[in-house]
């Protein structure tokens, strides 16, 4: 979704605020714009598309000049994305410019006053009322007027404000957007995103919500909301630039593909010590875990998907039962929660907006909240009572991959974790499925070579399918899910997941000559069971394209095409079969010329309900 980004130092500040806005672009967006305080004025350039419209404006940055500025790439919600949309807007007297990531919810009202009043907009936004609402409040003083405006709206925002009056001042507010400050020498910034810091600053601080911070070319004062300064703690960037740059390859989707064995192998390792899994991040103590009767867990997309894989090795393990929801319907759900439920939230990059209502939700009713998430001091992160982090580094493409694997190997190692801790499994079971655990990474290194050369040329022979399913039992349905998520958001073909025993409930109604059927076959317990609905699609002329182990020849007969992966114990296959489904929709939508890293419609970060 939007990002926003500023800038005050010594130095020009378009060509950092473009960078910034170039390494946010996964955010996805449909505009951006830049405004630069030159000589005591406020210059605008702003331009409806990509980033290389507004690069072509600027002259590749060389205007507008001046040492302090702000940045924005738009993801409309307000009004079409047009330049006269695009943000910064500025007040009516032209001494406010303003950036803005979030909604304001009384945008109407204050519009509706403020027009009584004589103010011309000439946006349909509802940022454009923020920056004359601050144009209102303004005797001179520019944290005044900030917050004094602040405190009229709601609904969720990051504002990065610069006013002519103030030269080298750009302001920063945060109220449930993400926001960091970056602290440099001689120069300071802010941004959505560490991504468009981490090659200026590893410094950062994080803002928490009603914070707003007054940036300076010699320092940064945080303010809380009632405008008292406030000591925050500054925070190291764990990695470098190179983690978030596409290295070589074609696609950071595909980097991140290929970066999934070191990714699990990063989150697993640190936390296995002396054969035990050691969660030093979180003290759910075998207390708190019997008082324990129900698990819920709770994320939107991807997400979603790796609780409903991870639910099967958590109840197996553990016998506590485990519901998995959707976070946009869970508040609306009335739902069942209270002190005795501890709610799992799964989220890659910490600020979706309908996973945080929903924390907030079971918060409120009394649950323990445990959080799975990858960005670092991210509002879910923060939000939670106790966060396994991901570690998987950077993710850019807006199609998850390595940050779902990453998921699923957190909810593995909880369910073994808790399991040992209630005393539900032997020390040698325990041992072995740790074992299981670590071979993950090599697993899906194997799942990756072996798929690398055969998968584009699959692709190239289905990559013109107007529609496709994916069938699969109990884990093998929930990695269906997730596969069919991808074939779709980044191939745009339409992909459905069955229960492979549901299907003769309705939907094989709609298998006819040609239909293409991913058939994961990779749950052993199942096989048989599969095979006898591969071969009901098979009768009404589909062409199954099965995912399942070299050893399992029933299936390779039946099959017209097959993907292989290495045996795994089938509670934790999922991290394995999903390599594949992976890379088919990685090389479907290539052969497509699909945008593959920003696809259409999508934003990486939903910041918005
Ligand atoms: C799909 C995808 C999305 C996200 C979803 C939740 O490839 O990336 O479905 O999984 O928007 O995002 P996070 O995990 O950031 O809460």
Redesign the pocket.
Known sequence: MCGIIGFTGSQNAAPILLDGLSRMEYRGYDSAGIAVLNRGAIEVEKAQGRLTNLLEKTDNGKRPQGFAGIGHTRWATHGAPNDINSHPHVSGDGRFAIVHNGIIENYAAIKEELTAKGHVFVSETDTEVAAHLIEECYTGDFKAAVMKAVSRLEGAYAFGIICSDFPGTVFAVRQAAPLIVGLGFGENYFASDVTALVSYTKNVIYLDDGEFAEVRTDGVTIYDSIGRPVEKPVSKIAWSIEAAEKGGYEHFMLKEIVEQPAAVKEAIAPRIKGGEIVLDDFDLTEEKLRNINKIVIT?????YHAGCCGRYAIEKLTRIPVEVKLASEFRYEDPIVDEHTLMIIV???GE?AD?KAALEEGKRLGAEILAIVNVVGSSIARLADHVLYEWAGPEIA???TK?FTTQLVLLYLFALYAAKKLDRVDDFEYARLLGEICSLPKRIQNAIDLNMVSIPRLAEKYHDRGSMFFIGRNTDYAVALEGS??MK?ISYIHAEAYAAGELKHGTIALIEEGTPVVAVCCNEDLLEKTASNILEVKARGAEVLALSFRENRDIIAHADDVMFVPKTETFFSEAVAVIPLQLLAYYVAKANGCDIDKPRNLAK??TVE
């Open positions: 994320a939107c997309g991807s997400a989220s890659q990059s979706t996973t807006v199609a998850t940050g998520l991808k958001e970060s939903v």
